[in-house]
């Protein structure tokens, strides 16, 4: 099974973005039972927590920095997890990646998340 994330790329600050995640590969395995988050590792520091959503949706974990910028949600229909990323700044540029939990409510605990997505580069200039 693998996460697939799309959807980054080179926006201005002040731009929008809006990111995708979904499951790639011959499996039947969903993960509408599951908690889904999205993290993000910038150059020469350390992956952080960016959002997280429970399994159906009803509720949401957002890193301070990110809020009321920032709206994840999910399509469990599409088996899908999107980022929208409205007022970016430079230093959100990073490489995004999208996670599953082994849990079916929102956790910001990176050892939470047992499957990972391959990542999506986002740069916002300045």
């Known amino acids: 099974v693998q996460l697939q994330a799309s959807g980054g790329g080179l926006v201005q600050a002040g731009g929008s973005l809006r990111l995708s995640c979904s499951t790639s590969?011959?499996?039947?395995?969903?993960?509408?039972?599951?908690?889904m988050g999205w993290f993000r590792q910038a150059p020469g520091k350390e992956r952080e927590f960016i959002a997280s959503i429970s399994w159906r949706g009803g509720m949401t974990k957002y890193l301070d920095s990110v809020k009321g910028r920032f709206t994840i949600s999910r399509d469990n229909a599409k088996n899908t997890v999107y980022l929208e990323m409205n007022s970016l700044k430079a230093e959100d540029t990073a490489v995004y990646y999208c996670?599953?939990?082994?849990?079916?409510?929102?956790?910001?605990?990176?050892?939470?998340?047992?499957?990972w997505g391959q990542g999506t580069l986002v740069t916002v200039s300045s």
């Open positions: 590969g011959r499996t039947f395995r969903t993960f509408s039972n599951n908690a």
């Open positions: 996670a599953a939990s082994r849990l079916s409510m929102p956790s910001t605990t990176t050892s939470d998340y047992n499957y």
